[in-house]
């Protein structure tokens, strides 16, 4: 009889699987139980569970058993017949505390809780290298923002079984459509990035990371019109997913770990939160996560460029930044998925929806409410904050830019600018007398300042059908950038 421990007495070995504890192979074989590797091939091939108990062979060079990564299923279904069998044969489990508590480790064998994750892949690389059969535990899909690439960085072949990841699972508790969205990550990094994504798209999962979740996020979207979904602990009892506009959701605190889902309200969502609470269904207004691009690429470089001609922008009266200059200022901003730019004096708004259209977020100051600003983003499909009022003045207040450009207001807009210190100083002028003040502004203020005047003749036709050259107005463009 095997007693309490449900084992051979006499052999410790577990009379059902044939199982030998300390080696976790088969003993008349050597094969592992839980992989199929085995170890008399030399690497010849190893069977790999992938799903419902099925195993699929792949090559492994020299012997060498891969750690197996499971994904703990953020939609909360069963564990897999494969995953059971992978931690059953173990001899070390990695994961974090409450992935250890979620899942079936037999008591008797080794486990690593993750805190830091350097002590963890020492003892991983000594397990992989004693031949112990090893299992990580990770969230939903390990190779998405997972596990997976710090321990292929750390030398280790990996296999991974995947299971939903928390992103899909958000989603799907929030019914929605999401192959049109970017995911980002705020973990272990500056949440300014992932932010001004936000900002910038229509749809954008955030993986979050305490202090840098929910709560911040919504105090950064404010001014911005969107609905979040916060969906904490997914798959586990405690599993909620609330709406909330960007303010509900930074008035309160949010548990960890949790997804947050950053949705474009459309006009008349605002009006259906309760501005006291946030609500725990989808709102009247339907909110989705919008078209998905005809090029599958949602944050990628528009499909029609940029420099593009006036005559793809509403403005009055010629009051236009022209094509020729701004590629130049565009090609200065350095916009992209990440950033914050201010198109400040911003008229036609080409400047900064050329650099939302790569992907930045903007904020468009124009002292005109008649601007046309947000009529030519709508005609080119991006989502350009607009801020009316004069400036300096009502700069106060924007979240801080990664760059600026200038098309007007003179020292006092210039000297606000620079006082925020952006990474870049893009500024346009058409009277000489200001480009030396404008470039001793800049360098007092840090600033390594280049300038360019650009000329631009345009092909024109003549009557009698011949061609002849016809000049646009001479530009500088100054830029500043800090060293």
């Not at 998405?144 to 958000?170: I, Q």
């Not at 203020?445 to 011949?466: C, E, F, K």
Request: charged share 20%; proline share 9%.
């Amino acid at each position: 009889m095997a007693g309490m421990t449900g084992r051979d007495p006499a052999t410790g070995r577990d009379p059902a699987t044939g199982r030998d504890p300390a080696t976790g192979r088969d003993p008349a074989t050597g094969r592992d139980l839980a992989t199929g590797w085995d170890p008399a091939a030399d690497g010849a091939a190893w069977s790999v569970p992938v799903a419902d108990g099925a195993v699929r062979s792949v090559p492994v060079a020299g012997g060498a058993v891969p750690v197996l990564v499971l994904g703990v299923d953020a939609a909360g279904r069963p564990w897999p017949p494969a995953a059971l069998a992978a931690l059953a044969g173990a001899g070390l489990v990695v994961g974090a505390a409450r992935h250890l508590a979620a899942v079936p480790v037999p008591p008797d064998v080794e486990t690593v809780v993750l805190g830091p994750l350097a002590p963890a892949l020492d003892r991983l690389t000594a397990a992989h290298a004693a031949g112990l059969p090893t299992v990580v535990l990770a969230s939903g899909d390990p190779g998405f923002f997972g596990v997976v690439r710090r321990l292929r960085a750390a030398g280790l072949p990996v296999r991974v079984l995947p299971a939903v990841s928390s992103v899909a699972a958000a989603f799907a508790r929030a019914g929605l459509d999401w192959d049109g969205t970017v995911v980002v990550t705020a973990h272990g990094r500056d949440l300014g990035p992932a932010l001004h994504a936000c900002r910038a798209l229509p749809a954008v999962a955030v993986l979050t990371a305490p202090g840098a979740g929910a709560t911040e996020i919504g105090a950064g979207l404010a001014g911005w019109s969107r609905r979040l979904v916060v969906a904490e602990h997914l798959g586990s009892a405690a599993e909620r997913v609330t709406w909330a506009t960007p303010e509900q959701a930074a008035a309160r605190r949010w548990a960890d770990p949790h997804v947050l889902l950053s949705l474009a309200a459309p006009a008349g969502a605002d009006r259906d939160a309760d501005p006291a609470t946030p609500a725990a269904v989808e709102p009247a207004t339907p909110i989705g996560v919008g078209p998905v691009r005809a090029d599958n690429q949602p944050a990628a470089a528009p499909a029609d460029g940029w420099a593009l001609p006036e005559s793809a922008y509403r403005h009055r009266d010629s009051m236009i930044t022209k094509a020729e200059v701004r590629a130049l200022a565009v090609a200065r901003l350095r916009p992209r998925l990440g950033r914050l730019v201010w198109d400040v004096g911003a008229g036609s708004g080409s400047v900064g929806i050329e650099c939302a259209l790569l992907g930045a977020a903007v904020i468009a100051v124009e002292r005109d409410p008649a601007a046309p600003i947000a009529v030519n983003a709508a005609r080119h499909g991006v989502d350009v904050r607009v801020v009316t009022g004069d400036a300096p003045a009502v700069l106060r207040g924007l979240p801080d830019p990664d760059a600026v450009f200038v098309g007007g207001g003179g020292t006092a807009v210039l000297t606000a600018v620079a006082d925020r210190r952006p990474a870049r100083v893009v500024v346009t002028l058409a009277a000489l007398d200001r480009i030396a003040p404008a470039v001793h502004l800049l360098r007092a203020a840090g600033y390594t300042v280049t300038g360019s005047q650009l000329t631009a003749a345009r092909l024109a036709d003549l009557p009698d059908g011949s061609i002849r050259l016809a000049a646009t107005n001479p530009v500088v463009v100054l830029t500043g950038e800090r060293p």
